[in-house]
């Protein structure tokens, strides 16, 4: 079984200022991470994901996250962030095989303030 | 390319009311899940399917049926509505590790 914990439930930042979203995951097996972001009233978008190779990952609109193994951790950052980046963003994990169904942290609400 | 689409967009029930969410692919993908988002809880997972003819249960199943007769469709049945199921319902499919597809939501009210 797998787990993610999303250390932070609500993020505020300034416009232009970079931003870290938190992620850590528990699992006994190898794993897939992702990171969606929900905007307002619309469904889930895939921003990015590991799968394996290079533990740096980058995404769409900026948005990039570091796999790290030893701490178990896929933090998301982004190094300048705009009013459009306020939304809502979840971390997943998935094992690979079987049904590949992910399981996803609570969220974290970014809110860009101007 | 349409993706995922789930409808209704919003619906209302009362109590005890029976209703069928429907979702539909055109991407052939294998995986297809149910989803409900409830605020500060994240996303549960209901129901899963890892093809047609072939479905399983989530981490919270009670009061829903599913089942998936071909590869495009993945219809969630309420058999019997309960205010505790008021939610925002997602269906999302996937063709295995590249991550899941969403629809956009149907948002339930159960009075």
């Known amino acids: 079984a797998q787990s993610v914990t999303q250390l932070d439930s609500q993020v505020p930042v300034f416009e232009e200022a970079p931003v870290e979203l938190r992620c850590n995951y528990s699992s006994s097996v190898s794993v897939y991470l992702f990171w969606y972001v929900q905007y307002p009233n619309q469904g889930l978008q895939l921003l990015l994901k590991y799968l394996s190779g290079s533990t740096l990952v980058k995404g769409i609109n900026g948005f990039e996250a570091e796999f790290n193994k030893s701490q178990t951790s896929f933090h998301l950052r982004k190094p300048s962030v705009h009013i459009s980046d306020t939304a809502e963003y979840f971390c997943?994990?998935?094992?690979?095989?079987?049904?590949?169904?992910?399981?996803f942290g609570r969220g974290t609400s970014l809110i860009v303030h101007p | 390319n349409a993706g995922v689409t789930q409808t209704p967009k919003f619906q209302v029930l009362k109590t005890g009311q029976s209703m069928t969410l429907q979702c539909a692919q055109d991407m052939n993908h294998e995986y297809m899940s149910w989803y409900r988002q409830d605020p500060g809880m994240g996303l549960r997972l209901i129901h899963y399917?890892?093809?047609?003819?072939?479905?399983d249960q989530g981490e919270v199943p009670n009061g829903y049926n599913v089942s998936r007769s071909t590869t495009e469709d993945f219809p969630l049945r309420l058999l019997s509505a309960a205010p505790s199921q008021t939610s925002v319902y997602f269906c999302?499919?996937?063709?295995?590790?590249?991550?899941?597809?969403f629809g956009s939501g149907t948002r339930l009210t159960v009075v």
């Open positions: 999302a499919s996937s063709s295995g590790g590249e991550g899941y597809t």
């Open positions: 997943a994990v998935s094992a690979p095989g079987g049904s590949y169904i992910p399981t």
């Open positions: 399917s890892v093809g047609a003819g072939i479905t």
